[in-house]
């Protein structure tokens, strides 16, 4: 839509054509090019790609080290030695190294890794796909993180050197990425605190850790990003002290504890198991934000039905109450929801109208719904139970909804039929569903079968039996992250 000011037009800007936005990330040093990432959604993740346009596809090399390899360790070890002789040519933006053979020792792994240091690499990764007991291979932090290090993955690696006193900070590292690397507290608290510029945090299938926790004194006061996902060991996750941080992506069965003054830009919330020291913490959790407003510049949210049966419950029991602090729009920047179901149900489907209904999230454009992968069992109870009326018009902004595992079940209709008569502005619906023809659904009135099947023949609903890749969440890619 076009805004008269003054006289002139202004029109929304567009984001750059792709082959112009990797040019300009070429020539931006690594840190620059991760942080230009934040800037939007367009720009998310490109930087991994930007040496595919910088005119020397050579900066970024990959290793893979296999049994009866050719070339063999020693000639890829020359490689980089090589490298290092040239100087400035020589540096080495990204490199990657996977470890898939029993041949290499400890020393051997060391020579690499200091080999890459020298090179100046700002972006290292390193997987190691068999597990050596009699010898096991260890990441050696940070003697290994050389000083331009801006970015390190590391996968099914241990670490070593963590307690050493000799230990430097690593005064470059923005960006740690743990895949099933198996640390203790103390470990993964010494490494946070030799990382004083660390932006980026993510763990995932790690093992061994019984808590994450910052301190005042690890001065993390530049940490904008923690991905936590599915760490076993985990009871207790504390970012309380930590206000700067903007992106929260969580999915678990652990209780949390998140700062009350952050201005959060996305959230990803999962609780696997609805158990009710989770509920609890949830419950005090958002009932402090939404006082706080910590939510008034959150863009996107992404939680699952544990998460939604307490928000809701929050808004409802706010909507009941005679003064409450919790008024006007708790979201009004949120252009993206995703709703990850356990179940749908009744009551499932009553918590989605009194989210949409009282959480003011009236810009939203994008909606999500990720359905049970399995029915949810008989549906024996009557719609009735639902006892809500649908929301009134709240979601006139609203343009792409697309609804993953339909199973024609009566709430899920429900839902369907709900979004089509309420959002006036909305361009498609897309089911991923194995029956793509409408079904006839008991509990569901003739006519509103009619009117969805008027939708899917003018375009409107688009039935498919597969995922369509051109529209996906913004939390869809947090696995592709590590």
């Known amino acids: 839509m076009a805004l008269e000011i003054g006289g002139d037009v202004h029109r929304p800007r567009l984001p750059p054509p792709e082959p112009l936005q990797l040019r300009i990330l070429s020539f931006l040093p690594l840190r620059s090019a991760i942080l230009a990432s934040s800037l939007s959604r367009s720009w998310r993740g490109l930087w991994a790609r930007r040496w595919e346009d910088d005119g020397n596809p050579s900066s970024s090399l990959h290793h893979h080290l296999r049994p009866y390899s050719t070339p063999c360790c020693n000639k890829l070890l020359e490689i980089l030695e090589l490298r290092q002789s040239q100087g400035r040519r020589g540096r080495i933006d990204r490199y990657s190294l996977v470890v898939d053979t029993l041949s290499i020792r400890p020393h051997g792994l060391g020579r690499y890794l200091a080999a890459a240091a020298r090179c100046g690499v ?30 390190l993955s590391l996968r099914g690696i241990g670490l070593s050197g963590l307690h050493s006193r000799a230990a430097r900070p690593c005064a470059a590292l923005e960006a740690v990425l743990l895949h099933s690397v198996r640390l203790d507290f103390q470990e993964l608290a010494r490494m946070l605190a030799l990382c004083p ?44 002290l930590v206000s700067s941080l903007r992106s929260f992506r969580y999915s678990g069965g652990f209780c949390f504890y998140l700062p009350g003054d952050a201005l959060f830009a996305d959230l990803d919330i999962r609780f696997g198991i609805k158990k009710s020291r989770n509920v609890l913490i949830c419950h005090k959790v958002f009932s402090g934000w939404f006082e706080t407003r910590v939510c008034s510049k959150l863009a996107t949210l992404t939680i699952c039905s544990n998460v939604l049966f307490v928000v809701s419950s929050l808004l409802n029991a706010t909507s009941h109450a005679e003064s409450t602090k919790m008024v006007g729009d708790l979201f009004p920047r949120m252009t993206e929801l995703q709703l990850i179901m356990l179940e749908m149900k009744a009551p499932e489907l009553a918590n989605i109208y009194v989210f949409l209904k009282n959480s003011g999230c009236s810009n939203l454009e994008r909606l999500f719904v990720q359905l049970p992968t399995a029915p949810s069992g008989l549906l024996v109870d009557s719609f009735d139970y639902v006892g809500l009326e649908p929301p009134p018009d709240v979601l006139e902004n609203l343009k792409v909804v697309k609804i993953t595992n339909f199973s024609w079940n009566r709430y899920e209709l429900q839902l369907v039929l709900f979004l089509l008569r309420k959002a006036s502005s909305l361009h498609k619906l897309v089911l991923i569903t194995p029956s793509l023809e409408p079904l006839h659904v008991p509990g569901i009135q003739k006519a509103d079968l009619l009117f969805l099947a008027e939708a899917v023949a003018n375009g409107k609903v688009i039935l498919s039996g597969s995922d369509d890749a051109a529209t996906q969440p913004f939390h869809s890619d947090v696995s592709a992250d590590f």
Do not use: K, Q
Request: one cysteine or more.
């Open 122 to 151: 700002e972006d290292l990764r390193v997987e190691l796909r068999r597990a050596t007991p009699d010898t096991p291979l260890l990441f050696p932090f940070p003697a290994a993180a050389g000083p331009a290090l801006a970015r």
């Open 197 to 240: 510029r660390l932006r980026v945090l993510g763990l995932r299938s790690c093992t061994g850790i019984s808590r994450v926790a910052v301190t005042p004194a690890m001065g993390l006061s530049s940490l904008r990003t923690v991905t936590i996902i599915d760490c076993s060991s985990l009871i207790g996750v504390d970012f309380a």
